[in-house]
């Protein structure tokens, strides 16, 4: 197999396992030569979700998830080259982002914090692996997120259309890809799946809405929507960044008496939160002719239908241009590696607010490398 490839690991804020991609960029674009996710234990799901907000014992919880994850994530790489007929000697490098449990751009020293040890990881799979791509970014003043949409950038714009590639993980990101040549423009929009998953978990002890089912059961309470979308970080300037660590189910109770609504309507008005306060991102930069959709909020059709309604352009997968929605982010890692390992600085202050163009990530060399 001659092709140039490499391999992206991640989990996102849904936490339902590892995102694991086999990129070949052959002729310098990315084609998906296989995948597959690898789920959690519900024992490391739970743990995980105890981490994204302050508790007791931190440092040692995180301490053993970080090499429990390390070993879970080399498991995924070689569950994936095994699943592909591929050895190991045949992938360049491997790009793991790792599983973020604390994101905090706004502090007097910001930070951000991804574990899934990549010295694990490298021994694991015997490849090397590049890791710790966002605090590079934050070194030079980045927010360190979102990263992806460099990626966006580099395959998904067109010369002849004003694009919008909306990512509907646990939070939600727009990246604009304007047509005329103006600066791109990207950052978090806000929750996305993350608040409906964990509502429906409460209530049925079910994983999310299938179809967005349960919230098109109900209609959206106005009052309570209001109250959300008073949060003062939907009304900030990009770049911004965010995630679970501030758009939680405690959250929403400080803003609204959620337990004395029916459980129906919560949902209902979730879903609603997502679509206005992606609309609301997307008219804030001025509109787009196009909106391609990635992550797994791309399955629940209700979601779609709403984003479709409100925005009044065409909403679709990014399947439309041939880029499978589920895999996005995992194939941007295996670009940011392939990114580091030919020496590539990219740009990212559109996007991150980043004061120059850096090398994102570092190195560890795999099993027998130097």
Same mark, same amino acid.
């Given at each position: 197999m001659s092709e140039d490839l490499y391999l992206g690991l991640i989990s996102g804020t849904s936490v339902d396992g590892i995102d694991a991609a086999l990129v070949?960029?052959?002729? %310098?674009?990315? =084609?998906?030569?296989?995948? @597959?996710?690898?789920?959690?234990? $519900?024992?490391? &799901?739970?743990?995980?979700?105890?981490?994204?907000?302050? +508790?007791? %014992? $931190?440092?040692?919880?995180? +301490? $053993? @998830?970080?090499?429990?994850? #390390?070993?879970?994530?080399?498991?995924?790489? %070689?569950?994936? @080259?095994?699943?592909? #007929?591929?050895?190991? #000697?045949? =992938?360049?490098?491997? +790009?793991?982002?790792?599983?973020?449990i604390r994101h905090r751009p706004a502090l007097a020293h910001p930070f951000t914090l991804q574990i899934g040890n990549p010295y694990v990881i490298a021994e694991r799979c #015997? =490849?090397?692996?590049?890791?710790?791509? &966002?605090? &590079?970014?934050?070194?030079? /003043? /980045?927010?360190?997120?979102?990263?992806?949409?460099?990626?966006?950038?580099?395959?998904?714009?067109?010369?002849?259309?004003?694009?919008?590639?909306? %990512?509907?993980?646990g939070i939600a990101n727009i990246t604009l890809l304007p047509a005329d040549g103006r600066r791109p423009v990207a950052f978090d929009t806000g929750p996305a799946s993350g608040l409906m998953d964990a509502w429906i978990r409460l209530q049925q002890d079910l994983p999310y809405d299938r179809d967005g089912a349960w919230a098109t059961s109900a209609q959206p309470d106005a009052g309570v929507l209001a109250s959300l979308l008073e949060e003062p970080y939907f009304r900030m300037p990009p770049p911004k960044s965010t995630g679970k660590e501030l758009f939680h189910l405690d959250w929403a109770r400080t803003r609204a008496s959620l337990d004395t609504l029916d459980p129906a309507t919560v949902q209902a008005t979730f879903l609603e939160l997502t679509a206005v306060s992606v609309a609301r991102a997307i008219a804030s930069v001025g509109g787009c002719d196009r909106v391609l959709v990635c992550g797994g909020g791309v399955h629940n059709g209700a979601l779609m239908a709403r984003l479709q309604a409100v925005l009044g352009v065409p909403v679709e997968s990014t399947i439309a241009i041939g880029i499978d929605p589920d895999w996005v982010e995992a194939m941007a890692f295996a670009w940011l590696a392939r990114c580091h390992v030919q020496g590539e600085k990219l740009d990212l202050a559109p996007f991150t607010g980043a004061a120059k163009p850096v090398l994102l990530g570092c190195r560890v060399p795999g099993t027998g490398a130097d």
């Open positions: 070949s960029f052959q002729q %310098n674009r990315p =084609i998906l030569i296989q995948h @597959l996710l690898h789920p959690y234990p $519900e024992t490391v &799901r739970f743990a995980l979700q105890t981490l994204f907000v302050p +508790g007791a %014992n $931190e440092i040692d919880r995180m +301490g $053993e @998830l970080d090499v429990a994850l #390390g070993e879970l994530f080399g498991d995924a790489a %070689n569950a994936l @080259l095994q699943k592909a #007929g591929v050895s190991p #000697g045949q =992938i360049r490098a491997v +790009g793991s982002h790792g599983q973020t #015997g =490849i090397d692996v590049i890791a710790d791509f &966002r605090r &590079r970014d934050m070194a030079v /003043g /980045g927010q360190g997120a979102p990263l992806a949409p460099a990626f966006h950038r580099a395959f998904m714009a067109h010369s002849d259309e004003c694009r919008v590639v909306l %990512n509907l993980g």
